[in-house]
């Protein structure tokens, strides 16, 4: 069984800096895309950021210049740098990835959710 648990949130001053991660553990045979998505009270889900196992990036245009995404692949482990927070930065940030199970029958790989971690930038 393949969970992702992810570490990092809390409340920050605007201007601040935040650390999220989030690890990828069980049957996992490999990982491919690992993305940080977010979504804010009466808001759809949006993409944050993205990292191929390959390592390029992509950035919501929101966020470019103040957040980083990088993966450590020998720790099934992908990290959101956050900087210069802002008040609308504010919101629980979830963990993706597409995973293929070392139990997969015909070879398909999965789409595996964190648990979600609060990020308030309030002060």
């Known amino acids: 069984q393949v969970q992702l648990v992810e570490s990092g949130g809390g409340l920050v001053q605007p201007g601040g800096s935040l650390r999220l991660s989030c690890a990828a553990s069980g049957n996992i045979f490999r990982i491919y895309d690992m993305d940080w998505y977010r979504q804010a009270p009466g808001k759809q889900r949006e993409l944050v950021a993205a990292i191929t196992n390959g390592g390029s990036t992509k950035f919501a245009d929101s966020v470019k210049g103040r957040f980083t995404i990088s993966r450590d692949n020998a720790k099934n482990t992908v990290y959101l740098q956050m900087n210069s927070l802002k008040p609308e930065d504010t919101a629980v940030y979830y963990c993706?990835?597409?995973?293929?199970?070392?139990?997969?029958?015909?070879?398909?790989?999965?789409?595996?959710w964190g648990q979600g971690t609060q990020v308030t930038v309030s002060s």
């Open positions: 993706y990835a597409e995973i293929l199970p070392d139990d997969s029958e015909y070879g398909v790989a999965n789409d595996y």
